[in-house]
């Protein structure tokens, strides 16, 4: 049985609501090699809520969901999945995550199908795809649009599609969880309405989604919550902004995506 989050004064309990903390970062500090980059950050997502996070280049966004996977150690607080602590946290398939701006194999020779079918490995059996798992790929690959290119080399394909694989390889666990950094990024339109129209499709659903975005775009009528960072901090934290662009933010003046990456260390959901 997985434990309800701890209550306090930090908020970390039950919201009045009663909906559960999917996640929690509780007092997140961080550093991507010497370099702090979170500090004190708190963030809480109740399930079912679509909560972004948004903020100018450098600001901490994807590192935030990147801790929040435990890909990057935090150096102080500490981070819950669905009221777990991190560390002992294994319900990975629990948990769809789709990175940044990566090709979808890695630069492994693999077919489109075979990609997402790497995604639904966490709830098959002995690591043996049975019938249900096949029909949950070929629904995450229907979702996205890419059915009729299933077999299909990944390499093959556009930037926008490698997106849209990547999405489906999160979708075909069936998580509960989706978590997003800048999905819309440097994709052409046909797939930013694709994404647009599976995020409202699993929004219907009940899933739980945090979505690091450049500008709300096409997903403003589906975000429930938006959470600003600025130099590793959050400084607003409720309603999104209702205009788009470099003037919307509360709080700091340009967004950019977030380019600074460090090489990841090993997690319980990307191995």
């Known amino acids: 049985m997985i434990p309800e989050p701890r209550s306090g004064a930090d908020g970390g309990g039950e919201p009045e609501d009663g909906r559960q903390t999917v996640l929690a970062l509780r007092e997140v500090s961080a550093r991507l090699g010497a370099r702090p980059v979170?500090?004190?950050?708190?963030?809480?997502?109740?399930?079912g809520e679509v909560v972004t996070l948004l903020g100018a280049n450098g600001s901490g966004k994807s590192t935030a969901v990147r801790v929040a996977i435990g890909q990057v150690p935090v150096s102080g607080g500490g981070v819950e999945l669905f009221g777990t602590p991190l560390r002992r946290f294994r319900d990975?398939?629990?948990?769809?995550?789709?990175?940044?701006?990566t090709t979808a194999a890695g630069g492994v020779p693999a077919t489109v199908s075979e990609v997402v079918a790497s995604g639904r490995l966490s709830r098959a059996k002995l690591g043996f795809l049975g019938r249900a798992d096949r029909a949950a790929i070929r629904a995450a690959l229907d979702e996205v649009g890419m059915a009729d290119r299933a077999k299909d080399p990944v390499e093959a394909l556009s930037g926008g599609q490698h997106q849209r694989v990547l999405i489906a390889r999160a979708l075909a666990s069936e998580p509960e969880l989706l978590i997003m950094d800048e999905p819309m990024a440097?994709?052409?339109?046909?797939?930013?309405?694709?994404?647009?129209?599976?995020?409202?499709?699993?929004?219907e659903?009940?899933?739980?989604?945090?979505l690091v975005l450049?500008?709300?775009?096409?997903?403003?009528?589906?975000?429930?919550?938006?959470?600003?960072?600025?130099?590793?901090?959050?400084?607003?934290?409720g309603p999104p902004p209702r205009a788009v662009g470099q003037h919307a933010l509360p709080g700091h003046d340009h967004v950019h995506p977030h380019s600074g990456a460090a090489e990841p260390v090993r997690s319980g959901l990307l191995g």
Do not use: F, K, M, N
């Open 38 to 47: 979170l500090h004190g950050v708190d963030v809480r997502v109740r399930r």
């Open 92 to 101: 990975w398939a629990r948990v769809g995550y789709v990175p940044q701006r």
């Open 186 to 203: 440097g994709v052409d339109l046909e797939s930013q309405q694709v994404l647009a129209r599976t995020l409202a499709a699993q929004v």
């Open 205 to 210: 659903r009940g899933t739980t989604v945090l």
């Open 214 to 237: 450049h500008e709300l775009g096409p997903l403003e009528p589906l975000i429930d919550r938006a959470i600003v960072l600025r130099d590793g901090c959050v400084r607003h934290d």
